[in-house]
């Protein structure tokens, strides 16, 4: 039978606690060791979104002892439809404060740990070590693939639940002696092929059910009661109301969990689902044009460099805002090439970057060698350096 | 036999959530699934013929794989075939 670890000496309950949980203290599969077994218990909840707010909910309101919340993001209107933790007041907020608020509100003795950051693999073992069981309530396949290898590698049972439009899976990965999620899907899909629920929809119900089932997994493991979903997969179809069961084996070949891993530490997992890397900054160089960024123009104002501002807008535009440049609008450049000093080193700017790296190009082209654009233009100025200049 | 399409292969079989074909193997059923629905072929095989890594097939509840006969295991009229992909969504 699987069961998480729990501490041998178990905490007392409090008079209040007896209370509150007598319908759990009068189940037989509860009773008040079990009750303890709870209040002992760490489980870490990755995400407060829509499978993370049942989830968190239930385990709170059942007397887990310590609940681990994951979560960078903020509350949207858009998210109300399905996450019942959050509420209209909170839109904006934090979702972490959001979810402790509440589950507090619901169950004071509820211990919080924060995590106010996005699980990765420097900082994901590191985060997982201090619970018993992790409920997996992510959004996307990089951190299900991080989550299970984390899981797989601290020896955690992971409670897994997953959804898409009407349908949702349910598992335990990571079970002694269980598969795990790659014993399943031993590669992702390539990116773009399942859309997530901001592309796809969701019915906002779906992650209530899904996220019920979570919980319960969470439960059963932590007081070693009843059958849990190790080596079973759990799929809900919502529409058709039906449940069905597939048989999940180990696979002794899996490079995580087999006889033989190959995987012995966290990977980059956006690589493995084929994700580019997001690119931070502009290019450095644009056919053939150096770019600099906004920062970098006025750290070398600042420190008194010689730069010639060229500002190849319009006249009106320059009447709304501007950074103090030479303004010689674009179509006049070729015939004022006799205003812009070859010797000196032009910073091309415009409002956004399209032009100025145009007239940057012909002017390279015309035999000048030290130009440069601004990229982003007068709008990333605005945006990053000076919001006192007017955006149009 | 029935095949189980899982909702987001859906709009690759006219929008069908189950699609019955005539087979006495895995292997055939799927291959009458991909003639009459020639866009699920790329999201079910690979270029070399193989079913993709990301794409699980059960027969009933036995996931494919793990059969003795695999994909040329014979099936009966009143067996079904699921295709589970993978699927992300938590929020």
């Not at chain 1, 033989?260 to 530490?265: F, R, W």
């Not at chain 2, 005539?22 to 009458?32: C, P, R, S």
């Not at chain 2, 790329?42 to 699980?56: I, Y």
Request: proline fraction near 6%.
């Amino acid at each position: 039978m699987a069961t998480a670890a729990v501490p041998l000496e178990l905490p007392q309950l409090t008079q209040d606690e007896l209370s509150r949980y007598s319908r759990h203290l009068i189940l037989p599969e509860v009773g008040e060791e079990g009750q303890r077994k709870l209040k002992a218990a760490r489980v870490l909840c990755v995400g407060t979104g829509g499978l993370g707010s049942p989830l968190a909910f239930y385990l709170a309101a059942a007397g887990v002892g310590t609940l681990g919340l994951v979560d960078f993001d903020v509350v949207d209107a858009s998210n109300l439809q399905r996450q019942i933790i959050h509420t209209t007041a909170d839109i904006g907020r934090k979702k972490l404060d959001s979810a402790e608020e509440k589950l507090k509100a619901l169950n004071p003795n509820l211990h919080v740990v924060k995590h106010d950051t996005m699980l990765s693999s420097a900082n994901a073992l590191d985060i997982l070590k201090d619970y018993d069981v992790i409920a997996d309530g992510t959004d996307n396949f990089p951190t299900r693939y991080l989550v299970n290898d984390a899981c797989v590698l601290l020896g955690k049972p992971n409670a897994y639940g997953s959804i898409f439009r009407f349908e949702g899976q349910a598992s335990v990965f990571a079970a002694e002696n269980g598969p795990c999620y790659r014993c399943l899907y031993p590669e992702p899909p390539p990116p773009g092929l399942v859309p997530s629920c901001a592309e796809g929809g969701v019915l906002g119900i779906l992650p209530g059910l899904v996220g019920v089932i979570q919980a319960t997994e969470t439960i059963k493991l932590i007081l070693g009661i009843g059958s849990p979903l190790v080596g079973r997969l759990l799929l809900v179809d919502a529409l058709n109301m039906r449940f069905r069961e597939l048989k999940l084996r180990k696979n002794p070949e899996c490079p995580v969990c087999g006889d033989h891993p190959t995987v012995t530490s966290l990977i980059d997992y956006d690589q493995f689902c084929g994700i580019a890397p997001a690119a931070k900054q502009e290019p450095a160089l644009k056919n053939g044009i150096p770019q600099m960024s906004v920062t970098e123009l006025k750290r070398r104002r600042d420190a008194g460099e010689d730069l010639f501002i060229l500002d190849v807008r319009e006249p009106f535009e320059y009447q709304i805002a501007n950074i103090g440049g030479t303004l010689i609008p674009q179509g006049q450049v070729p015939q004022r090439l006799n205003e812009i000093d070859r010797n000196r080193e032009i910073v091309v700017q415009c409002k956004s970057g399209g032009r100025s790296q145009r007239i940057a190009e012909f002017l390279r082209q015309s035999g000048y060698t030290k130009v440069v654009n601004l990229a982003g233009g007068i709008l990333a100025w605005a945006d990053e350096i000076d919001p006192t200049v007017k955006k149009y | 036999m029935t095949i189980f399409i899982p909702t987001p292969l859906r709009q690759f079989a006219g929008g069908k959530d189950s699609v019955d074909v005539v087979a006495g193997t895995v292997n055939a059923a799927l291959d009458e699934l991909t003639r009459n629905f020639p866009d699920l072929r790329r999201h079910l095989f690979t270029g070399e013929g193989k079913l993709r890594a990301f794409v699980n097939v059960y027969l009933n509840d036995e996931d494919v794989r793990y059969l003795p006969q695999k994909e040329a295991t014979a099936v009966s009229t009143s067996d079904t075939l699921s295709i589970v992909p993978s699927i992300a969504g938590g929020r």
